[in-house]
Each structure stands twice: as structure tokens, then as C-alpha cells.
């Protein structure tokens, strides 16, 4: 028997007291937590200031004999010891729906006209070349708009490259992005647009029939993908794209709770390398997780990974010397070598058969969120940013 259940045996038979009966205990109990101690149990709050110091607490109120409602990271309560970590999530429908609260309980940034929320995130790729592969590492910015109108800009760039599970690295290995890559899109103000940007899910309703709704229209254009797991990835893609809303976040949190076939996986590892708790629902080859912290449920972002080792074979279709004047002159704009890149693009003029592997234990694709805050205007742009603008 573990320490906690012989605790709440002893107090079974005990009524709760009222608040008057309650008082003194309490005093005694934020007394002790008051108290300096050098080695204190710091519970920390995402996203405010407030830290909770809970040193002697549980000695306290047990020497006033009462039961002190326990401290849950998503703001609920239940009977048990002060300051002891609630009972882990029973399953990824619990899971979802402490996530949702602990979401809701976040503060909503309010930039106004003129200025942008910033997003800052951790990445993570699995690139396949020919029976060789690597993991790259790479950071991804967003400046998305005020009110869901004008520009927004993403910055990506790569960082390093790790080996992938059960797989060769590439010889030699391609040259990374490490200098800022810039895609500034323009967003028309039309209402029949329907195109899924960070910037148009500033402006949406958190009333989740609409969210519903709008999830299965999403949903019903990924003929490729099996029914069953459409409205579960339409669902990661929203999560995926309001990261700077957490209102919003939390609706879709509920709405996901709902969702039948998910299952929870005790570890995962985001982008950041930080580990958590997740929510998958697995599809024929790849589990696609959203990933929450073990004890606030924050969302820390999410990850799809290889299940089973898979082996696909093509035909290339041939490149065009259209094709490869652009391909240089995008590769010289980066600072690559036009001579280099046209002898390396030489073997693709002509159809060829290409295996790609992807092993086990791969990381396809993963984000997480690193940094979440508003931006006065946008920076200045990398060289040779990409244009983008959605049609209406």
C-alpha cells in the first residue's frame, strides 16, 4: 500500500469542515508556505509570474487534521493530500479535455491594428534520399496580423542534421538552409475564402458547432487520406495553426476530446526535445501525436512518426531545362554554385527509377511552440523572399 492511500484511509471516516472550521487550518497551512526553506517545492504556473511554494504544507495540515483540496495544474480540484500531483490522465479523452482547460485558463494576446503576434517554433524533418536518410532540426517564425488582415511572414531556416533509426546517413549529405528562408503571404479580405492561414483563424468564433462544421469541410478534402482519420487530421492542422490562440486551442481540445479511435501514448518527445504526454490516433504506417506537458497539460506541439519500416518506389518524371534554369537560379539566390548544382541536376533529365525509405522510428514531421508574444511591425526580410497570395 503506498504512502497517499493509507493518508486518505485514515481521514475516510472524517466530515469535511466547514469554511470556519477550515480557517485555521488554512492560516497555518499559507503560514508554512510562507516560510523561507532551502528546499522548497516550487510549482510553477505557465505564462504568469505567480510561483506557489507548498514547503511544509503537507505536514501542516495533517498536524490540524483536515484534508486540504489538492492543486491540479488545470485548475480543478479533488480530495487528497496538499500539494501531492494529481492522478495522471485515464485516458487521452481526459487528457484532451484538462489540456482544453488548462488552455482557456491562458491569457489571450491582444495586439492591436497594426501589429502582429509572433510565434516562434522548434522543427524537426525526416528527409529521405534514395535508401539513405537524416533527421533535420530547423526553427520556423510566424508574424501573423491583428485581426486577421494584411501580410503575414514566415522565417524558416535549418540548423543541424541527426541520424534517423536503422538508416545510413546520405553521401554527402545535402547542404542545409541556415540562412533565413522568408514566404510573405497576402490573405484577400474575401468571405468566400477558404483556405485554412493562421492570419483568418484570428477572426474565427470559438462556438464549436461552427469550429465542427468548419473541421468537416476541412476534413472532406483529404480524399487521399482514409475517412477515418480525416476529421482527426483536419483537427491537427487547425490545433497546428492556432498555437497563438489558446481561446481557440481550447475549443478544438474539446471538440478532438470526441473523436473516436484516439488512444494516449505515456512519452513522446516534441521538436524541442522536451518530453510529454500525448494524444495519437494511429493510421497504416505513422502516429500523429499531440503533445502536452506531464503536469500543466499545456500543449507544447506535436509530432508524426514512423510506426513500421516503409520502402516506395517511382519513376522521376524528367526535368525540363525550364525546369532547371529555375531550380539554379533559386539555388544560386541561396549562395549555391550554378556550375555544382546544374552537374548534380544532369541524372534527373532523364525518367529513373527512385526507392525512398523511411524506417521505423522516424520523425516525418514536428513542431513545438517555443515562444508565443506581439511584435509592433514585421522585421525586415530575409534576401529573395518568396511571394505567396491566396486567392479568394
Not at 244 to 266: E, H, N, Q, S, Y
Amino acid at each position: 500500500m503506498d504512502e497517499i492511500t493509507a493518508v486518505r484511509r485514515l481521514w475516510t471516516e472524517v466530515p469535511e469542515g466547514s469554511d470556519e472550521d477550515l480557517r485555521g487550518a488554512r492560516g497555518a497551512l499559507l503560514a508554512a508556505a510562507r516560510a523561507p526553506r532551502s528546499r522548497a517545492w516550487m510549482l510553477r504556473i505557465p505564462r504568469t509570474g505567480l510561483r506557489i511554494a507548498l514547503a511544509g504544507g503537507v505536514a501542516a495540515a495533517l498536524t490540524a487534521g483536515v484534508l486540504v483540496a489538492e492543486i491540479r495544474p488545470d485548475g480543478s480540484d479533488s480530495r487528497g493530500v496538499a500539494g501531492m500531483p494529481a492522478a495522471p490522465p485515464a485516458n487521452a479523452r481526459e487528457l484532451l479535455e484538462r489540456a482544453a482547460r488548462t488552455a482557456a485558463a491562458e491569457p489571450e494576446l491582444r495586439p492591436r491594428p497594426g501589429e502582429y503576434v509572433h510565434l516562434e517554433m522548434r522543427t524537426v524533418s525526416y528527409v529521405s534520399m534514395e535508401g539513405a536518410g537524416m533527421q533535420v532540426t530547423g526553427t520556423e517564425e510566424r508574424w501573423i496580423p491583428a485581426g486577421g488582415t494584411g501580410p503575414w511572414l514566415s522565417r524558416e531556416r535549418q540548423i543541424s542534421t541527426a541520424p534517423a533509426p536503422g538508416i545510413a546517413l546520405p553521401s554527402p549529405q545535402p547542404q542545409l538552409q541556415r540562412e533565413p528562408e522568408d514566404t510573405l503571404t497576402e490573405t484577400p479580405a474575401c468571405s468566400s475564402a477558404d483556405t485554412v492561414t493562421a492570419s483568418r483563424m484570428a477572426t474565427w468564433p470559438l462556438d464549436e458547432a461552427w469550429l465542427r462544421r468548419r473541421i468537416e469541410t476541412e476534413a472532406a478534402k483529404a480524399t487521399a487520406v482514409p475517412e477515418h482519420l480525416r476529421f482527426w487530421g483536419a483537427v491537427g492542422t487547425f490545433v497546428r495553426e492556432s498555437a497563438f490562440r489558446p481561446a481557440l486551442t481550447a475549443a478544438l481540445f474539446r471538440i478532438a476530446a470526441g473523436v473516436d479511435g484516439i488512444t494516449m501514448v505515456p512519452d513522446a518527445v516534441d521538436a524541442a526535445g522536451r518530453h510529454g504526454i500525448g494524444v495519437t490516433m494511429e493510421e497504416d504506417h505513422t502516429r500523429t501525436e499531440l503533445i502536452f506537458d506531464k503536469s500543466t497539460y499545456r500543449y507544447l506541439g506535436e509530432r508524426t512518426v514512423a510506426t513500421r519500416d516503409r520502402t516506395t518506389s517511382f519513376t522521376s518524371r524528367p526535368l525540363s531545362d525550364a525546369d532547371v534554369d529555375r531550380i539554379v537560379r533559386d539555388g544560386v539566390s541561396k549562395g549555391m554554385n550554378a556550375e555544382t548544382l546544374r552537374r548534380e541536376l544532369e541524372r534527373d533529365r532523364k525518367p529513373r527509377k527512385v526507392t525512398m525509405r523511411t524506417p521505423k522510428g522516424a520523425v516525418i514531421g514536428s513542431r513545438a511552440v517555443v515562444g508565443v508574444d506581439v511584435a509592433q511591425d514585421l522585421p525586415s526580410l530575409a534576401p529573395h523572399p518568396s511571394h505567396v497570395k491566396v486567392p479568394c
